[in-house]
């Protein structure tokens, strides 16, 4: 069996994500890497079913501060040219736009999404997402389309919420947050409370227990076909 490809940022919380449970649970083998760390990548596709590249706190262009980001983002090129199904979510769908040439950069307000917003497909994105949901977040910048992408979700705040590239698809938002998670998040000292957009924590509890059933549900069924 092919194994699956993990790609940490340094920020991964006490308990496991969506993905690393649902591989897990289906018997799939998968390595973590860590470039923050040391770890290098590889530099052969072969015998890889899929990667995922993890959010994080840096900045995707800022590869004099953190030089390993020049090799994700030829990690990510090498994927794509690769046909290998690549997975970007949060920082990771920003690896992918920015190594295609695309612009990423916070919204000139400074405007956060912290806690759950609203998002919604495109015509070309409903076989993905076939009605508006309500994803987790943390971010405070976006990436614009990269040349030859097709966009597949957007929201108010942050056009570009899902596109799909050749073989990779990048998601801005979290489905991978479980409720754990998301009360890990809330727990950092870092966490943006207050920030222009972001949500308070009375409204992101409201709007975990609403959705995180439907979104637990519909990232699964991703994941399913995804790693087929």
């Known amino acids: ?12 919380g006490p308990v496991p994500d969506r993905v690393r449970l649902f591989l897990e649970r289906t018997g799939r083998p998968y390595d973590v890497v860590a470039p ?8 052969s596709m072969a015998g890889l079913g899929g990667v995922v590249i993890y959010g994080g706190g840096q900045e995707i262009y800022q590869t004099d501060l953190y030089p390993y980001l020049a090799d994700e983002h030829a990690f990510a090129r090498r994927a794509v040219a690769g046909n290998v199904p690549l997975l970007g979510i949060c920082l990771g769908a920003q690896c992918i736009a920015h190594a295609h040439g695309a612009e ?24 993905l997402l ?26 108010a705040m942050f056009p570009t919420q899902a596109f799909r590239l050749g073989s ?29 957009g972001a949500q308070t924590r009375a409204e992101q509890q409201a709007l975990m227990d609403r959705h995180d059933a439907a979104i ?9 076909g995804f790693f087929a």
């Open 216 to 224: 637990d549900t519909w990232f699964n069924s991703f994941l399913s």
């Open 1 to 12: 069996m092919s194994r699956i490809l993990l790609v940490s940022h340094g920020y991964d």
């Open 36 to 43: 923050h760390a040391g770890d290098s990548l590889p530099d």
């Open 168 to 196: 990779a698809i990048g998601f801005q938002f979290h489905p991978e947050v479980t409720a754990d998670l998301m009360r890990h998040w809330q727990s950092l000292p870092e966490a943006p409370f207050g920030a222009p």
């Open 104 to 127: 990423v950069r916070p919204r000139s307000d400074a405007a956060y999404e912290f806690g759950y917003y609203d998002i919604a497909p495109t015509a070309a994105g409903k076989a």
């Open 130 to 155: 076939p009605a508006p949901m309500t994803m987790p977040q943390w971010h405070w910048h976006g990436a614009a389309l990269p040349e030859g992408a097709e966009l597949l979700a957007s929201s």
